[in-house]
């Protein structure tokens, strides 16, 4: 059995020199910056680097007597092979596939000799996005197969003849079913069973049929459909609604199994818990619905008396002669975000986000963890999330955890957090964090001994994406703006880190608009807009009473697009459009005082934040800066071109600006002309 505490110890401490953590400084000078700014400025950047280097997963799956692991966040993509009796990785192989690939979706054929492969991608370059490892043959790389046009796979099934399905999605598009022949080679797109979804994330096959589930866990609200559930017939090529009436209303459809001779469905939950359905392949109108207490239920796998789910706080079984549903205990570590879940030999193997295997004996109730680093998994610099500084260290989110750069040994320690920490700021040296997928707001102390993260603030699980986080002085709040990814609309969240009290106020814009930006000045709250789906009211940037969520005033800053980032300086409101638009909002007349086309430096995406009197701006590409007196915007730092997961951040302490260039960790001097 693997002690948890060395387990911790052990992935906390990066593998040192050898992943070039020990990053050397250099010193780049800028001249004039521009006809804006008189005499000469001096930009220090100094590489501190990679933000965060793990191991990060997205999937597993059980063939034989190998757990197979799925990358994320890495690149290039890779699968690993772990095997249960040495513990040890014993093999391996690249997923040739850009860019910024994740493997989401494992599944093998009925004589386990194929392993198929499917991508999630953050753009659509026209390549292939199905591959197929050949496991008899280990040594060799993996193979591409085909491309479904959806972009995005996120789940595969394989039927009993060896024929593949996939479903996924792409933004703005409805997802199709998706069909793989090995013999031929071909790949057909077999139909949009439902117009209405933005996302499939479950597909399981039977001799008969392909059974497709989908819904809006991402992009919802609006026309958006909510779970859905379709058989397709295999030989009439024909779809049939099948979904449960009591599942009608939940976001999405989660999870889908065949299990001998009964069909396996579950939900996501929102405004309600997530549901199962035990339904009869003979009659699929003839089913078993249970109601959980849980947000999360996928990942299903069973023996003769249960079936065993993971769900946000661990695994849970539902015995099948009571109906009943109870957690899985034993001695062991949290388990974090599960992905994946298989039942061998009286044990559960446990797929971790952390980067672990947990296998649990479900008689003894004892576990033994491998750590997957440990065992010979390759580590890579991820993709950043949030980041923040204060206390004498720079915090950088990733998958599954933050890591910690002390700035004054330069050591780096990777900090154990389920999900994704999207943005976070440092108060009075503590680390407080947004966490996604619906995990409210974390807390770490530096100064507690041997501490990790934990959860200070739950919220409703429909309120589940934070966007961007600012600390509000006068009110002692941690002010969180936040996006609902199934009801459409967002929320403020609020957090007394003092007392511990929370609160949050649900769409503070209007019921399209999420909370893209946040920031503060006297007390008041200002809100930046932004649609998820199209059409919709205009952007707006909304002043709010954090204390009490009431609505002072608003405006319309005149984008074209939503709002991607603010900021407070004086009396001025700084803002960037996501169309590449400056604008300007003098607070206390509450009026537009000016606009610029930024589009040169800053599109999509972006951060602000205020520095040495200045309001600084980070876009995919640049780092600049805005003149406190003309809003004229010069360059900082060109090229910076950041590898963000999900947008830019920058941050600053003590003058010094902190973001990331290329998958590095950078502290930046800028000392502007004046």
């Given at each position: 059995m693997t002690d948890h505490a060395s387990l911790s110890r052990r992935r906390l401490l990066q593998a040192g020199g050898a992943l070039g953590l020990a990053a050397a400084a250099e010193s780049v000078l800028a001249g004039r910056a521009d006809a804006a700014t008189a005499g000469r400025a001096r930009t220090t950047v100094t590489d501190l680097g990679p933000g965060l280097v793990q191991f990060s997963l997205m999937s597993g799956l059980l063939v034989g007597d190998t757990v197979y692991v799925g990358s994320r966040n890495l690149d290039p993509a890779c699968v690993v092979g772990f095997d249960r009796s040495t513990r040890k990785v014993v093999a391996h192989t690249p997923i040739d596939a850009e860019p910024e690939p994740s493997i989401q979706a494992l599944a093998a054929d009925p004589a386990g000799r194929y392993l198929y492969v499917g991508v999630l991608l953050k753009a659509d370059q026209g390549g292939p996005n199905l591959f197929r490892w050949d496991l008899t043959t280990p040594d060799r790389p993996a193979v591409a197969v085909g491309r479904t046009e959806d972009r995005d796979i996120r789940d595969l099934a394989v039927a009993p003849d060896g024929t593949v399905y996939a479903v996924g999605g792409l933004p703005g598009k409805a997802p199709a079913l998706w069909e793989y022949d090995p013999a031929?080679?071909?790949?057909?797109?077999?139909?949009?069973?439902?117009?209405?979804?933005?996302?499939?994330?479950?597909?399981?096959?039977?001799?008969?049929?392909?059974?497709?589930?989908?819904?809006?866990?991402?992009?919802?609200?609006?026309?958006?459909?909510?779970?859905?559930?379709?058989?397709?017939?295999?030989?009439?090529?024909?779809?049939?609604?099948?979904?449960?009436?009591?599942?009608?209303?939940?976001?999405?459809?989660?999870?889908?199994?065949?299990?001998?001779?009964?069909?396996?469905?579950?939900?996501?939950?929102?405004?309600?818990?997530?549901?199962?359905?035990?339904?009869?392949?003979?009659?699929?109108?003839?089913?078993?619905?249970?109601?959980?207490?849980?947000?999360?239920?996928?990942?299903?796998?069973?023996?003769?008396?249960?079936?065993?789910?993971?769900?946000?706080?661990?695994?849970?079984?539902?015995?099948?002669?009571?109906?009943?549903?109870?957690?899985?205990?034993?001695?062991?570590?949290?388990?974090?975000?599960?992905?994946?879940?298989?039942?061998?030999?009286?044990?559960?193997?446990?797929?971790?986000?952390?980067?672990?295997?947990?296998?649990?004996?479900?008689?003894?109730?004892?576990?033994?963890?491998?750590?997957?680093?440990?065992?010979?998994?390759?580590?890579?610099?991820?993709?950043?999330?949030?980041?923040?500084?204060?206390?004498?260290?720079?915090?950088?989110?990733?998958?599954?955890?933050?890591?910690?750069?002390?700035?004054?040994?330069?050591?780096?320690?990777?900090?154990?957090?389920?999900?994704?920490?999207?943005?976070?700021?440092?108060?009075?040296?503590?680390l407080y964090t947004g966490q996604y997928d619906a995990q409210g707001i974390w807390r770490y102390d530096p100064a507690a001994r041997n501490a990790q993260p934990h959860q200070v603030a739950d919220f409703p699980s429909q309120q589940n994406r934070p966007l961007d986080t600012s600390w509000d002085p006068v009110n002692q709040l941690l002010l969180v703006a936040v996006q609902s990814d199934t009801e459409g609309g967002g929320a403020l969240w609020t957090y007394a880190p003092r007392t511990g009290k929370s609160a949050s106020y649900v769409n503070p814009i209007d019921d399209v608009q999420m909370v893209r930006a946040v920031a503060n000045e006297g007390g008041v709250a200002y809100l930046g807009g932004d649609n998820a789906a199209a059409g919709g009211p205009a952007p707006a940037v909304v002043a709010v009473d954090p204390v009490t969520g009431r609505e002072r005033w608003r405006i319309d800053p005149r984008q074209p697009a939503g709002v991607a980032a603010l900021a407070v300086r004086g009396r001025y409101l700084y803002g960037l459009g996501r169309k590449g638009g400056l604008f300007v909002i003098d607070v206390r007349t509450r009026t537009l005082v000016h606009t610029a086309d930024v589009s040169a430096v800053c599109t999509g995406f972006a951060a602000m934040v205020v520095n040495r009197g200045t309001v600084y701006g980070v876009s995919d590409t640049t780092l600049f800066r805005v003149h406190p007196r003309t809003f004229a915007v010069s360059t900082v730092v060109a090229g910076i071109d950041g590898a963000w997961y999900s947008g830019p951040h920058v941050n600053a302490q003590g003058g010094l600006l902190y973001t990331l260039r290329g998958r590095n960790l950078v502290e930046v001097d800028d000392r502007p002309a004046r």
């Open positions: 031929t080679g071909a790949v057909t797109n077999l139909g949009v069973p439902d117009p209405n979804a933005t996302l499939a994330r479950a597909v399981a096959a039977s001799r008969d049929a392909v059974f497709f589930g989908a819904g809006s866990i991402l992009a919802g609200g609006g026309g958006a459909s909510r779970a859905s559930l379709f058989a397709y017939d295999r030989a009439a090529r024909t779809f049939a609604s099948i979904v449960p009436k009591e599942m009608e209303q939940d976001p999405s459809m989660r999870e889908l199994a065949v299990m001998g001779d009964q069909l396996l469905a579950s939900t996501s939950g929102a405004v309600e818990p997530g549901k199962i359905a035990v339904m009869e392949l003979k009659d699929l109108s003839s089913y078993t619905l249970v109601t959980t207490q849980s947000d999360t239920i996928k990942s299903f796998t069973w023996d003769d008396d249960r079936v065993y789910f993971a769900t946000e706080s661990g695994v849970q079984a539902y015995t099948k002669a009571d109906r009943t549903i109870a957690p899985v205990t034993f001695s062991g570590p949290d388990l974090g975000e599960i992905w994946g879940l298989d039942r061998v030999d009286g044990d559960l193997e446990v797929v971790s986000g952390y980067g672990f295997v947990a296998e649990i004996d479900l008689a003894a109730k004892t576990s033994v963890v491998t750590d997957l680093l440990a065992a010979g998994a390759p580590a890579g610099p991820q993709l950043g999330m949030g980041i923040a500084a204060g206390g004498g260290y720079v915090y950088v989110g990733g998958n599954g955890g933050v890591a910690r750069h002390d700035r004054r040994t330069g050591e780096v320690v990777n900090l154990l957090v389920p999900g994704e920490a999207k943005d976070a700021e440092v108060i009075r040296g503590s």
